[in-house]
């Protein structure tokens, strides 16, 4: 018999943490013909291929090389060069991951060519159309035929948008697989030798969006508040800044503020070097979806720069909290002089059995009548 063919679509940097536990579960099964395909949204070697070796992925055999590109063009181009492959190497099965353009334009591209849609990390919701990821995610939810949902509040969003519950399965966090997984290489790492911070002392700051870094002005006074803050409880801030926000260090009112000795500039850190860095850092100032999720499981207090949040479940079971740029100094005291919670629970199912309950919904879906 032929073997089931399966494609996993990665393209964006937090893709590869969601897709690599889901990769390794489906390279075990015989008959399963499973590859990864990357379209090349990112393509710094720190933001993507770095962090592939760190999860002990292959570099994957087809990168579509799309690069950067207003929305639309980036798409367009994803669409056009997928639909391609899909022509010559028609998947059984497509597996989109997480928000990001290349979610989107994968999943409507197999929709179209009559393929089977499975969208991991379905169901959130931020509410806000104004961020071009929760359109990814309400119009890739809609055309996927299966829907596995990261926490309970995904399902009850999708339910209530009159979805059919036999297409949901609740498989819990995958990013949370990977970092189970990792940790004995990650707790391996010295922070104090890698980067001359030592534990408890200093803030982790992760900022990318565009409503907080494509106006220099803002980001000038967001990174202002921050100095002001760290400077205050006697910390350092240390700061692998994304190439999105790397373009505005140029600014004089940037360039600035992070000229400050207590600020540490370094490049995109790989996985396991910035997972020994969250897990050591007194504090976690970020606009990720990702790490909001990552500092809930390890119980590591953060504070999101947005005005909402698609996974509430990290506020309302976690450590984190939402915060405007003029909230971060007392915002930070509060959590700063919290003790570390001493029966800490994460949210259900994120356990490090994500992948599995993937691979018994792909089985009971697709394998069980062939
Ligand atoms: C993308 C995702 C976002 C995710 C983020 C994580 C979308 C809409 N956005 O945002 O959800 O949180 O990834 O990093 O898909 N660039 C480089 N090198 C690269 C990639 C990008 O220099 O390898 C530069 C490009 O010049 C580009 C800018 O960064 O203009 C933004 O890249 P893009 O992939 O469009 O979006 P991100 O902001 O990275």
Redesign the pocket.
Known sequence: MEKFRIHIII????NFMKAAPVYHALKEVDEVDVEMIHTG????KK??DDILADLQVPAPEVNLKVG??S?AV?TANIMIAYEALCMTDRPDLVIVV?????TIACALTAAKLGLQVAHLESGLRSGDRGM??EI?RLLTDRISDVLWTPSEDADYNLLSEGVEKKKITFVGNLMIDSLVRMTPKIDVIDVFEEYGVKSGEFVLLTL?R?SNVDDPEKLASILNKISDTAKHFGKSVVFPV???TK?MLNHSGVSEVVKNPSFRLLEPLSYLHFMAMVKKASIVITD??GIQEETTFLGVPCLTLRANTERPITISQGTNRLVKADQILSAAGELLNMQKKGNYNPPKYWDGGSAGRILADVKERYLKNR
Not at 11 to 14: D, I, K, L, Q, T
Not at 41 to 44: F, L, S, V
């Open positions: 393209g964006a940097r937090p949204q990112h393509y710094d933001l993507s950067s590109g929305h980036q997480g928000d990001v353009n290349s071009p990821e990814n990318h565009p994304h190439p999105r373009k990720s979806g």
